[in-house]
Each structure stands twice: as C-alpha cells, then as structure tokens.
C-alpha cells in the first residue's frame, strides 16, 4: 500500500485533522512543528513549511522511507516553497541533540507525556498543542513553563479557537490533589468541570 493510502487509511480511523491544523495556521505564525508520537500523522506538513516527527512504532520508519511520499505532501500543500521533513524512528523521551530549540509548535496528541520530555525544543512563546487523552493537558497546567493561552472546542461540527474565560479550565470535578507523580502513574485525563477538545500552551 503506498503512502497516499495508507494515510488516508488512518485518518479514517482517528479522524481528518486538517481542520485542526488548518485552524492553527490562520491564527498562529507556525512555519516549523515538532511531532513526537506522531504515527504517520503527516497533516501537518501539508500546512507548515518544516515538521519533525518522532516514533518507535515499527511500521512508521517504513512508511516515512518511501520515496513518494514527499510527491503526497506536495500535491496537497498549502503553503509557497518545498518542505521540509524530517522523521527520527527512536523514543521522543530520549535526548535529541541534533534538534534545533527552536520550533514553532509542539504536537501532542495521544502519545503520553510530549510536554514533559520535548518542551526543550520549543522556542520561548512557542505553542504546545495537546489534548487529554493520556493526561498531557494536565501535565503542562502544573508545569509552571507553560501558561495556557487558548483552547480549541467542537460546535456543530466546526472546530472554534478561544481565548475566553481560561480559568474555567482544569478544575477538577471532585476535590483532589493533582501531581505529576499522579498523572504518570494514572496516564489518564482528569475529570474537569469545563473541557475542551484540544489545548494551547505558551512557552513562557
């Protein structure tokens, strides 16, 4: 299966995430991302100039080797210029001195705790992109280098970017003290009173 398929095949699985980086790239500055668990989540490179991703799964080095996979990216980009792609097949937990520190965005969805372990690459007021699926949201709340700086929520089928009423997020439903020695033991989201489907973090 080529590389075309084998996208379009598990973007149906987990859903198309265009609008979601589409959404980012008309209101964010972003030309370079950062990756780390990425799978074959290549969306995207089809709205930033340079993205990095990171993955020990197996079946990711295989696809990312294809040589058609650039003429993929390019057909459907939507940005002036060629992109850059680069895909390191290795733990994202472990230190990467040959990444750049200054990326634009840091992606983490579905992939443990990105937050903690890849934050040193992203520039100061860099963005972190993150859900809770695995507990990271609630990771970079506690970590006292990210401020939460907008959320990303589902309307009638329409992703909204706001930056209204902020406090309202990451209060917990019950009473409990929330550490981070919790959320790697638990890797879960906290039930929180108001959620969101995706967070954005400042670097600060």
């Not at 709340?141 to 959320?151: H, M, Q, T």
């Not at 009638?156 to 919790?182: A, C, D, G, H």
Request: charged letters at 30%; proline letters at 2%.
């Amino acid at each position: 299966m080529n590389p075309a398929e084998l996208y379009k095949e598990y973007m149906q699985k987990v859903g198309d995430r265009s609008e979601l980086f589409e959404l980012l790239g008309k209101n964010f500055d972003i030309e370079s991302a950062l990756y780390p668990g990425s799978y074959i989540d290549i969306t995207p490179s089809f709205f930033f100039h340079k993205t990095v991703y990171i993955d020990n799964f197996k079946k990711t080095e295989k696809f990312f080797a294809q040589r058609n996979l650039m003429n993929l990216i390019l057909r459907d980009k939507k940005y002036d210029g060629e992109p850059i792609l680069k895909f390191y097949f290795r733990d994202y937990t472990k230190n990467f001195e040959e990444l750049d520190k200054d990326f634009d965005l840091l992606i983490s969805l579905y992939a443990g705790f990105v937050s903690k372990y890849c934050k040193k690459y992203l520039k100061k007021e860099g963005l972190l992109l993150v859900n809770n699926s695995h507990g990271d949201a609630s990771m970079a709340d506690l970590d006292k280098e990210f401020s939460l700086y907008a959320v990303i929520y589902r309307s009638n089928r329409k992703l909204y970017l706001s930056q209204k009423n902020l406090e309202k997020y990451f209060v917990p439903k019950k009473e409990m003290e929330i550490s981070i020695e919790y959320l790697e033991k638990k890797m879960k989201g906290i039930g929180y009173k108001k959620t969101a489907s995706f967070y954005l973090f400042k670097k600060v």
